[in-house]
């Protein structure tokens, strides 16, 4: 597994709640809770969202939430706003010789 | 409130070497809490990890750039770098130095964890 699967795009309108899935094997998202979300802004840095699948690092909006369900992770956004248009990219821990590995990224669009 | 801050020479030609540097201010790299990594963004494409490193020194590298990638770091002066030999235009893209959680496993302390926070990154182009 050389990537997590991502959608490559989800909207939404103001207000509604969307779901980012990220999907992988058993030796990564689904053998471990090392799942972290990630957000970036076109040409800035990545900034992190979730970490350990569910975990909100101090100052991130808890409209954001992490969830796990066998080999695929999910990060919710709930009441989405304009602000929250971006790409999204999910990484988990890997038990083979990659070690890390990021999704694809998932550009989200408020309608 | 650790900061990341990135150097390199912003463009390289095909078949040469470079380095590029990560300077942390605000914590200590010899944290026994965290690995420090590079990771890298190719225009329009997304993330990959490329090495992590450990303020002893161990280090991992991903498969695909082993040969070619050297994770260093240096302690005294608070950085630590990354050397990549025979680049090539598939490796133009935006490399992000990061701070990594370190989280035992059965192997012991290792890269497992997430990156926070991230350097703002800086444009590598390979181009004759």
């Known amino acids: 597994q050389t990537a997590l699967t991502q959608p490559a795009s989800v909207s939404g309108s103001p207000g509604q709640s969307i779901t980012i899935s990220c999907s992988g094997t058993?030796?990564?998202?689904?053998?471990?809770?090392?799942v972290s979300w990630y957000q970036q802004y076109p040409g800035k840095a990545p900034k992190l969202l979730i970490y350990?699948?569910?975990k909100r690092p101090s100052g991130v909006s808890n409209r954001f939430s992490g969830s796990k369900s066998g080999n695929t992770a999910s990060l919710t956004i709930s009441g989405i706003q304009t602000e929250d248009e971006a790409d999204y990219y999910c990484s988990s821990y890997a038990s083979n010789s990659v070690l890390k590995i990021f999704g694809a990224g998932t550009k989200v669009t408020v309608l | 409130q650790v900061v990341l801050q990135e150097s390199g020479p912003g463009l390289v030609k095909p078949s040469e070497s470079l380095s590029l540097v990560c300077n942390v201010s605000g914590g200590s790299i010899s944290s026994s809490n965290y690995y420090w990594a590079w990771i890298r963004q190719p225009p329009g494409k997304g993330l990959e990890w490329i090495a992590s490193i450990f303020y002893t020194g161990r280090s991992f590298h991903t498969p695909s750039l082993r040969s070619r990638v050297t994770i260093s770091a240096d302690t005294s002066k608070n950085l630590f770098s990354l050397e990549m030999r025979s680049v090539t235009a598939a490796d133009t893209a935006v490399y992000y130095c990061a701070r990594q959680k370190a989280i035992f496993g059965a192997k012991g302390l290792g890269p497992r964890g997430c990156f926070d926070p991230w350097g703002q990154g800086t444009l590598l182009t390979v181009s004759s």
């Open positions: 350990d699948v569910d």
């Open positions: 058993s030796a990564d998202v689904g053998g471990h809770d090392y």
